[in-house]
Each structure stands twice: as structure tokens, then as C-alpha cells.
């Protein structure tokens, strides 16, 4: 079990990786951070397809074609935990070498966006405020690890229940 899921593990971990630096160099390198998220979210979704093959391969080979929803959900967790912890560091390391400006110019695009969207100069100073926050937030490493979590790993753990229950079997 220990080798499926630290094999799907480091996978999924190197294709979140490989996605994260390729997106952030392009939208940092074109100053423009829209359609990222898309592209983001979508490279999670076929990373964390390694939790489905991971699980079907543990009830395949090693548990006689029967696997509980509990084991399975077990399996892809620590799967998303792995390729999460990958997509952290990675993160770090491009944002404290490589962009330590981002949060500047995302807060930047996205101030312009929300202008451009014709939201009240009330509405807007909300949202100045709010990208202040989080550009505060980001002076901090442990705010930063926090974060980039509660981006990815909540996807992994979504796409390990729905695993779970469609490959469950008694």
C-alpha cells in the first residue's frame, strides 16, 4: 500500500509542480494573471486522477479485488497529502526566489478587474482592503503554507471521497 501511494503520491505531486512553475512563469512573465485559475484548477483535477488509478490499483493487486469505502478514502487522502505537500514547496520556493513581488501585482490586476467590472468605490475600497490583508498575510511563511493548502488539498480530499465511492466494493 505504502508504495502506491507515495508512487501516485510524487506523480500527482510532479504534474501539480510542473503546471504550477510553467502557469506562474507565463502569467507572471505576460503581467496578466486571468484565465490562471482555469488552467489551476484544471491541472489539480487530472494531477489528482492519480488517487482513482492508486486506489483501483490497492483493490486490484493487493486487497483481492475488495476494498472498503474507509481504506479507499484512506488511500487517496494521504495521496492528496503528498501531492499537496509537493505543490506547497514548489510554491515557496518560486514565490520567495523567483516572484517575491506577486502578491504586488496580482492585488494590482485584480483591483483593476474589480474597477473594470463597474463595482461602487465602496465595494472597491472593501476590496482594497481585503488584498491588503491577504498581501499582509503573505509577509508571513506559516500564513503562506496555510494558504496554499487550503487552495489545493481540499480538491484532493473531494476527488478521494468521490474515488472512493465509486471504486468501493465488498
Known amino acids: 500500500m505504502k508504495k502506491i501511494i507515495f508512487t501516485n503520491g510524487l506523480i500527482s505531486g510532479g504534474i501539480l509542480a510542473i503546471f504550477l512553475v510553467s502557469s506562474m512563469a507565463y502569467c507572471y512573465s505576460a503581467n496578466n494573471f486571468e484565465g490562471n485559475m482555469l488552467v489551476g484548477y484544471a491541472s489539480m483535477i487530472l494531477a489528482f486522477s492519480t488517487i482513482f488509478i492508486g486506489i483501483r490499483n490497492f483493490r486490484d493487486k493487493q486487497?483481492?479485488?475488495?476494498?472498503?469505502?474507509?481504506?479507499?478514502?484512506?488511500?487517496?487522502?494521504?495521496?492528496?497529502?503528498?501531492a499537496s505537500t509537493i505543490y506547497v514547496l514548489v510554491w515557496l520556493i518560486d514565490y520567495y526566489f523567483f516572484i517575491p513581488d506577486f502578491m504586488d501585482k496580482y492585488s494590482v490586476q485584480m483591483l483593476k478587474q474589480y474597477q473594470a467590472s463597474g463595482i461602487s468605490a465602496t465595494d472597491l475600497s472593501v476590496k482594497q482592503a481585503e488584498m491588503d490583508m491577504y498581501k499582509d498575510m503573505y509577509k508571513n511563511p506559516i500564513w503562506v503554507v496555510l494558504l496554499t493548502y487550503m487552495e489545493i488539498l481540499p480538491i484532493g480530499l473531494v476527488i478521494s471521497v468521490i474515488s472512493a465511492l465509486i471504486l468501493k466494493r465488498k
Open 63 to 82: 486487497s483481492e479485488g475488495s476494498i472498503k469505502f474507509g481504506a479507499a478514502f484512506r488511500i487517496g487522502a494521504y495521496i492528496s497529502l503528498i
